[in-house]
């Protein structure tokens, strides 16, 4: 069925490093993404965001990528602190579908001192 | 920014029992809010869309009648797990939306963990 999925459940980087996380959708008709950081027994929590007729976005220390013609969606964090280890969930919104958002299974990133 | 609060943020009980989780729009109100859960290692699953005054709707798969769904005003919505079984035992989110903004801001709340023995 129609999904929003990651290609890797765990990313080891290194403190200082740059991350990037990568994540790819199924549904062309998504009009909306989202990227959301979740810590250890806590609520997601809104990173950045972009909407389908942007290809990238930057806020502080982050970057979405959106490339439409593979429906690949990418979070790249500049210089990884250890305070960015969470696991860090897209997802899609399709306005089409009342504004539900559909979540991505996840990628964990743990950031090594 | 826009704060929302769940209650209890965690909960034992026995198998057979009913639990009420709620979740509250702090200084904002709320004409949607979502139920999530979210087992251990995986992701969150949409439960269902609760509008202040109107029923909820329900995702597929989702018992309507097992997961009650309340939104009586603008800023409270509760979810009561009814007669909960341990494979109900999960973390729940909620979260709400302000406006009619699409697609809007979503806020979400700290989630609350439930344990069914």
């Known amino acids: 069925g129609e999904s929003v999925g990651l290609h890797l459940p765990t990313l080891s980087v290194q403190e200082g490093d740059n991350s990037i996380i990568n994540c790819a959708y199924s549904?062309?008709?998504?009009?909306?993404f989202i990227w959301y950081k979740q810590e250890s027994g806590k609520g997601p929590q809104f990173i950045i965001d972009i909407r389908s007729n942007m290809d990238k976005r930057q806020g502080q220390r982050v970057t979405v990528l959106l490339n439409k013609t593979v429906k690949h969606l990418s979070l790249q964090i500049a210089a990884t602190q250890p305070g960015d280890s969470a696991v860090y969930f897209c997802?899609?919104?399709?306005?089409?579908?009342?504004?539900?958002?559909?979540f991505g299974g996840g990628t964990r990133v743990l950031v090594k001192p | 920014g826009a704060v929302v609060s769940q209650h209890p943020s965690w909960v034992i009980c026995k198998s057979g029992t009913s639990v009420k989780i709620e979740c509250r729009s702090l200084?904002?109100?709320?004409?949607?809010m979502f139920w999530y859960r979210q087992f251990p290692k995986q992701s969150l699953m949409l439960m269902a869309t609760?509008?202040?005054?109107?029923?909820?709707?329900?995702e597929q798969g989702v018992e309507k009648d097992k997961f009650l769904i309340n939104h009586a005003s603008l800023t409270l919505s509760t979810l009561t797990v009814t007669s909960a079984h341990p494979e109900d035992s999960s973390f729940y989110i909620c979260?709400?939306?302000?406006?009619?903004?699409?697609?809007?801001?979503?806020?979400f709340g700290e989630g609350s963990r439930l344990t069914v023995l």
């Open positions: 609760s509008n202040e005054g109107s029923k909820a709707t329900y």
């Open positions: 200084d904002f109100q709320a004409t949607t």
């Open positions: 979260s709400a939306k302000q406006g009619f903004v699409v697609p809007g801001e979503l806020f």
């Open positions: 549904n062309s008709a998504s009009d909306y």
């Open positions: 997802a899609e919104n399709r306005k089409a579908a009342g504004n539900k958002l559909t």
